[in-house]
């Protein structure tokens, strides 16, 4: 996808805030003594620290996974080896790689682990003295890391290599990540900047990002393991979980009529009002753009532009060829409602199975072809007869639910009537509820007097 060697100047554009640092590193003169030799600078130390991120989903790409229909429980799963319509592809049929030459005699390098943070050489999942040696610690901590250096070339022994900024400079600007180290890597996902989950995390859009929060201020990290939330779309995991109740409790408002709420909305579905990126894909269909090499056609929004829709959700994934989404209802005593990003892409089945069909991405990107995707996945992944694959593949759409986690709002967070409203943001009928509690549910009595009151504060 668009994540190939212009990555470098895509990234540069998405300049978040820094966040604060703390006091200088003590390794500081010893790095001005020595320079920085890599990882093994680090361990002099942190020693057992690059080992230890090995075993992580941000290197391996996969974990175990407990609360997804249909997948084995003794395998790992996530952008190593899923395939699924946003992406289309994984690791494992999209290396990074040279692509073939387009019709102007071009090529780039592509792939879906241009952000994994080693050398390539040392791959997804790799381990041993190697793998630890080919760790970026600097691309997540150093806020003065050259991007330009990030990108990947082919050496002597004609082998694909992501570049590294390993300089003194560099090194000398470590602490924990910031916004920018973060997403560097995860808002240029999905295919280009801002596309996969459609948010912008500044001052001006999110309430952490204006009191000066970083990522990490609510993903703790503990031994280089990140803790995520429950996104239906987001599987691999590194076994901890993070939610809004760990900061604010479940009583977090002065209103006893909104913390009464919290037993079945989530933070979530009042303070993130809005979404944005790509609506849709058509990984069937590839249109040549202006510099020659072709993308999937997609429909995309601007970021902070569309609002998302409702559903409830227990935190379990329903999970199959043509959807992937939120298990739950108002009565299985778990779920609460919560706000999704609607997302469809349309891709290749097997005709015989109806599995979704993974594709490489470097014929079509190449020349648009892209049933010789399908079978160059085929092949790589061993399947029986990959041109009888590609020929009788049928195209069809997949909906995914993306959760909504970010992008907070107090000022602008919904309020009683944005909700109990007769032209209110639920569709309480497709949630559950009858007429006679849908008639009740939206008779002013609930709101009324309440934002009256609100109404002349404003005032």
């Not at 996530?78 to 994984?90: D, P, Q, S």
């Not at 760990?246 to 009464?260: E, L, T, V």
């Not at 429909?299 to 939120?326: Q, S």
């Not at 593949?393 to 639910?401: C, E, H, L």
Request: with cysteine; hydrophobic share 30%.
């Amino acid at each position: 996808m668009k994540r190939t060697v212009t990555i470098a100047s895509a990234l540069l554009a998405v300049l978040w805030g820094a966040g604060t640092w703390g006091a200088e590193h003590p390794g500081k003169s010893q790095i001005e003594k020595d320079g920085y030799k890599g990882p093994a600078t680090c361990e002099e130390c942190h020693p057992g620290k690059t080992k230890e991120f090995l075993g992580t989903v941000h290197w391996k790409h996969a974990s175990k996974v407990d609360n997804v229909d249909n997948l084995d429980p003794k395998k790992e799963y996530g952008m190593k080896n899923r395939i699924y319509t946003m992406c289309n592809g994984n690791d494992v049929v999209n290396n990074l790689k040279e692509i073939p030459k387009n019709a102007d005699g071009k090529s780039k390098f592509t792939g879906c682990n241009t952000c994994h943070p080693g050398d390539h050489l040392n791959d997804v999942g790799s381990t041993g003295p190697a793998a630890e040696n080919a760790i970026d610690c600097l691309v997540c901590h150093s806020t003065d890391y050259d991007f330009r250096q990030r990108k990947p070339f082919k050496n002597e022994q004609g082998q694909v290599v992501m570049g590294q900024d390993r300089s003194t400079k560099a090194a000398l600007a470590i602490g924990k990540p910031t916004v920018k180290n973060c997403m560097v890597c995860h808002e240029t996902a999905g295919g280009g900047v801002l596309v996969k989950r459609g948010f912008i995390f500044s001052k001006d859009t999110d309430a952490h990002a204006a009191k000066g929060m970083v990522c990490v201020d609510c993903h703790k990290t503990k031994n280089h393991k990140i803790p995520t939330g429950f996104d239906p779309n987001n599987w691999a995991n590194d076994g901890l979980r993070v939610a809004c109740g760990d900061c604010h409790g479940d009583k977090p408002h002065k209103s006893a009529d909104y913390n009464r709420h919290t037993a079945k909305i989530a933070c979530q579905t009042c303070h993130i009002p809005r979404t944005g990126g790509a609506v849709a894909k058509d990984f069937t269909v590839w249109e040549k753009g202006s510099d020659g090499f072709y993308e999937p056609t997609t429909l995309k929004k601007e970021a902070n532009e569309t609002v998302p829709v409702y559903a409830w959700y227990n935190k379990t994934v329903r999970n199959e060829p043509h959807f992937i989404g939120p298990k739950g209802s108002r009565k299985d005593g778990k779920s609460k409602i919560y706000p999704f990003k609607i997302y469809m892409g349309k891709a290749f089945y097997d005709k015989k199975t109806g599995q979704l069909l993974s594709m490489d991405f470097a014929p079509p990107m190449a020349n648009g072809n892209t049933r010789a995707g399908v079978e160059s996945a085929a092949r790589t992944l061993g399947m029986k007869d990959p041109a009888a694959v590609a020929k009788n593949a049928v195209p069809g759409w997949q909906t995914i639910y993306f959760g909504s986690n970010h992008l907070v709002t107090k000022a602008k967070a919904l309020n009683c009537i944005n909700c109990h409203g007769v032209n209110g943001v639920f569709n309480f009928k497709e949630l559950g509820y009858t007429d006679a509690e849908i008639k009740k549910l939206t008779n002013p009595e609930i709101y009324f007097n309440q934002l009256i009151e609100k109404q002349k504060e404003d005032w």
